[in-house]
């Protein structure tokens, strides 16, 4: 007999109780005394400004971290989950934020690594195909890790929890690179899976995700909870003021001055990409005025990551012309000299490339913004690498333990403030961000998109890479598409929608020629064509 979710969860005792759970690192107590329930057939959320211990608390669930103290409860016997390993075999699964794959190994030999030891790779290949198709996650099993996206990894990801068949399924910011329809369809499965008993452990900052999909939510605070309550009934400003403490701050996004300089300009840029799964760009042709924010969307893995290296300079082209920046030719010069003509960037990829990971945030500050006084003759004067670093940390509200912090010790949100921090401080002509919210709550969501739209009204050009539509359209002036290496027309914010943007990610929008006008030359285009 069918029933639903509700009534399920209301006839069955706890599949995972936390009692009391408590764990302390030697500068922050991550957990203190959190209890947690979470009922068969339920979809629970976990909410909390980052650093307020939903990561840590997750880990303990999946046998990463041992707590300190306190019980858990799977199916209502007391159990000790030592390892991942141990807590697959109890039937939990985890969807990591900050990815748990190898990058020298495939796609397919990854996903293996959870399955039993007798798993043939060319059937469970089949299986990934079939999974991913079904879920619309495409992925390529055959593909090696270190060339996917960091959307395409999170696809990995998801698709080797539900090929273990879990019983609780953990997914810590499932939906940060996912199109509006992919978000759909991934809410039709989770929603499958709990009406046929499963329990979902579901971390977002995303609070009408949050409200759209979940039974119960459970909000930290400092590590500790300061409420549950059910999210389909609460109002989002309450939800807002239980993870900060405060009401959500609204973007001030006044609008652009039109006519501003050629900052960016990207003319028929065509480059064929050497990573045999990579993706070729074919004639990208874009230009981002001072005083404006430029968006670009698109599905992870459309040559987004092709096109940043360009930008960056990771990437040299063989056609100096393609890119120039101020005025000036820099398609064949490198990271160091673009950054000496105004280019500041943020990538995707945090630890790595964002940022060192042993090294301390002093360290990484130096590692870009070495620029502004903090080498003189070859030595580093570390009075103003300390100063700045220190500011950082102060003006971007960094929780951490000083400048001496390693980079390890912040959580993903923290460091993502610091990355954006660092860049912005520098005041660059030109920034390139990209993703730069995912993973990051609310609050500090809202700030970060304050300060883009703040460095845009000091006269820089911001361009924002993100799979993020509802932020590209609360900061960006014009939006374009990345779909199959090739991108779309610039449209005005006001003059689009998510609805046809969305469409638009799939490859489908009206042909243009390659245009480097004005704001106001477009705007008369796009009156004109029909």
Not at 259 to 264: A, C, I, Q, S, V
Not at 330 to 351: D, F
Not at 509 to 516: I, R, V
Request: charged content about 25%; aromatic content about 4%.
């Amino acid at each position: 007999m069918n029933r639903t979710t509700d009534t399920y969860r209301e006839a069955t005792r706890p599949r995972l109780e936390l009692r009391g759970i408590r764990k302390v690192y030697p500068t922050v107590v991550a957990n203190d005394g959190v209890d947690l329930a979470v009922e068969p057939g339920e979809i629970h959320a976990v909410l909390g400004e980052n650093g307020a211990g939903k990561s840590t608390l997750m880990k303990i669930i999946f046998g990463i971290v041992k707590p300190d103290a306190g019980d858990i409860i799977w199916d209502g016997q007391r159990v000790e989950i030592a390892s991942p390993n141990i807590a697959r075999q109890q039937g939990i699964a985890m969807v990591f934020q900050h990815f748990s794959l190898f990058e020298t190994l495939t796609v397919a030999e990854n996903v293996a690594l959870a399955m039993p030891r007798d798993t043939n790779i060319s059937v469970l290949s089949r299986k990934i195909v079939s999974l991913s198709e079904r879920y619309g996650l495409p992925v390529d099993p055959r593909r090696l890790v270190h060339s996917l996206s960091i959307g395409e990894r999170q696809r990995v990801e998801i698709i080797r929890c539900l090929l273990q068949n879990p019983q609780l399924l953990i997914m810590d910011e499932p939906t940060s690179v996912l199109t509006p329809q992919a978000v759909q369809k991934l809410f039709e499965t989770l929603r499958r899976l709990a009406d046929e008993g499963r329990s979902i452990l579901y971390i977002s900052h995303k609070l009408d995700e949050i409200k759209a999909l979940c039974h119960t939510a459970t909000v930290l605070s400092a590590g500790k909870v300061s409420g549950v309550c059910d999210p389909r009934t609460e109002p989002s400003s309450r939800l807002a003021r239980l993870m900060i403490g405060k009401d959500l701050p609204a973007c001030d996004h006044p609008e652009a001055k039109s006519g501003g300089d050629r900052k960016l300009v990207v003319g028929n840029l065509s480059w064929r990409s050497e990573d045999e799964f990579g993706t070729d760009l074919v004639d990208i042709c874009l230009t981002v005025h001072s005083g404006e924010v430029v968006g670009i969307a698109g599905i992870s893995g459309n040559g987004q990551q092709e096109f940043l290296e360009s930008l960056s300079g990771e990437q040299l082209l063989s056609n100096k012309s393609a890119i120039r920046i101020c005025g000036t030719d820099i398609g064949n010069l490198g990271p160091a000299a673009r950054r000496r003509l105004g280019l500041c960037y943020v990538p995707e990829e945090r630890l790595g490339r964002g940022a060192v990971p042993a090294m301390s945030l002093a360290d990484n500050a130096l590692l870009t913004a070495r620029g502004l006084g903090m080498v003189n003759w070859g030595l580093v004067r570390l009075a103003k690498v300390n100063a700045f670093a220190e500011l950082c940390i102060e003006r971007f509200d960094v929780k951490c333990g000083g400048r001496n912090a390693e980079v390890t010790s912040l959580s993903g949100g923290n460091l993502q403030k610091f990355i954006v921090g660092r860049e912005i401080l520098q005041e660059p002509r030109v920034l390139i961000v990209a993703q730069p919210t995912w993973g990051l709550d609310v609050g500090a969501a809202a700030f970060i998109r304050q300060s883009l739209v703040d460095l845009r009204n000091s006269g820089a050009a911001v361009l924002v890479v993100s799979e993020e539509l509802d932020e590209l359209f609360e900061i960006c002036d014009r939006i374009a598409v990345i779909a199959n290496g090739r991108l779309s027309p610039c449209k005005r914010t006001e003059d689009t929608d998510v609805e046809e943007i969305g469409l638009w990610m799939t490859g489908m929008w009206p042909s243009e020629t390659c245009d480097s006008s004005s704001p106001k030359e477009t705007e008369a285009k796009n009156a004109t064509r029909i």
